[in-house]
DNA sequence: GCAATGACGCTCT
DNA sequence: CAGAGCGCCATTG
């Protein structure tokens, strides 16, 4: 499929859709950057807006914890460190490790994006 | 319609 | 390895 261009009828409403979706195909116990999820959700160099929709997202039926910032260091310890402790708090709570600097192991927790099949090598 | 901000990413120092 | 700066597109005022 082409990915239409534009959806007729919703605007911002069907963009962020698209990235909660992808945000709640991420398995537990793994996690996914933002560019990763912005590129699966169709917006590629759009990071911010994955944060940006996960930020107006708030409260809702979406992991949001398992999106973390490149390298998995976490993105919310630089505006909301409020929010990086409680979502440091789920993550490890679903057997995320931290190393000692609050950084998630990618090399062990990086999601391909790919379904049924993860990451791992 | 224009300007500023933003849960980011990558490169350089 | 750590820190700082610039660029990307979208949303909001």
Redesign the pocket.
Same mark, same amino acid.
């Given at each position: 499929m082409k990915r239409p261009a534009r959806l007729p009828g919703s605007?911002?409403n069907d963009?962020y859709a698209r990235i909660y979706a992808v945000v709640r195909r991420i398995p537990k116990g793994r996690v996914a950057?933002?560019?990763?999820v912005a590129s699966l959700a169709g #917006?590629p $160099?759009?990071?911010?807006? &994955?944060?940006?929709a996960?930020?107006?997202?708030?409260d809702g039926p979406v992991p949001?914890?398992r999106v973390v910032?490149?390298?998995g260091?976490l993105? #919310?310890g $630089?505006?909301?460190p409020d &929010?990086?402790v409680t979502?440091r708090l789920r993550l490890e709570h679903e057997g995320v490790r931290f190393d000692g600097?609050g950084r998630v192991d990618m090399r062990a927790y990086a999601w391909s994006g790919a379904r049924g099949r993860a990451a791992g090598r």
């Open positions: 605007d911002r963009k950057t933002y560019g990763q #917006l $160099r759009q990071a911010r807006l &994955a944060g940006y996960l930020h107006a997202l708030g949001w914890h910032g490149a390298g260091l993105a #919310l $630089r505006k909301r &929010a990086a979502q600097r």
